[in-house]
């Protein structure tokens, strides 16, 4: 089951704070959030596991809301560098197998 | 440490033909997994492989094939070309479930 991101595409001056959320019919096990530039391979920005376990390299904030089964991306004080596609991956909770469905994206610019 | 590669880059077939797609991961890592980009079903899962293990499968028809080394290099081969398998073919590599997933160059392969 496909997760659904919200918003499709949003626009930003520098400095502007984001949120993309991402919401699943599913009981979730884990959210994974990449970034890919266009033309170039998805880069990891953060893990969110069940039981609040969160992984993560770069200065990004994000949020699970197990019960709700949706997770928020929080971007602040925006930079040029943010633009991009923002996907969501979904890893099923109970699931034997590991498998990570991926939302449409999330269109972001940054403009000066 | 080098990152996940993927050869060729690029590839240019017709259609009935077959390609092999192939994908070195990081050292160290055992699971690869593929997917498919397209700029109308976004990432979609092709299949999972953990310790020459397929583990997980995606909604692909049968012409959609892969398999796993002992050194967890990774290949997948697309049997009888159509048009619409062209793509971009991602790999990715992580330690293991629930781990962050590199992501390789892809391989961006049309089909005429």
């Known amino acids: 089951q496909q997760p659904v991101q919200s918003p499709q595409a949003v626009i930003l001056r520098e400095g502007e704070d984001a949120v993309i959320n991402c919401s699943s019919s599913k009981a979730l096990y884990s959210v994974h959030w990449y970034r890919q530039k266009h033309g170039e391979a998805p880069v990891f920005l953060m893990i969110?596991?069940?039981?609040?376990e969160q992984k993560g390299h770069e200065k990004i904030s994000a949020s699970f809301n197990e019960k709700k089964q949706q997770s928020s991306l929080y971007l602040t004080a925006s930079q040029l560098s943010y633009s991009g596609t923002y996907f969501c991956g979904t890893e099923i909770s109970g699931g034997s197998n590991y498998k990570l469905t991926f939302g449409k994206g999330t269109l972001l610019t940054v403009n000066p | 440490k080098a990152g996940v590669t993927q050869t060729p880059r690029y590839l240019i077939k017709t259609r009935g033909q077959q390609v092999t797609l192939s994908c070195s991961p990081i050292s160290g890592h055992r699971s690869v997994s593929w997917y498919q980009q397209t700029p109308g079903q976004g990432l979609q899962f092709l299949f999972e492989y953990f310790s020459e293990t397929q583990r997980n499968k995606g909604n692909f028809p049968g012409r959609f094939s892969g398999r796993q080394f002992s050194n967890s290099r990774s290949e997948m081969n697309v049997s009888t070309l159509e048009l619409g398998d062209s793509a971009l073919y991602l790999c990715?590599?992580?330690?293991?479930?629930?781990?962050?997933?590199?992501f390789g160059p892809g391989t961006r392969l049309l089909v005429l």
């Open positions: 990715a590599s992580s330690l293991g479930t629930s781990e962050t997933q590199y």
């Open positions: 969110l596991l069940k039981g609040g």
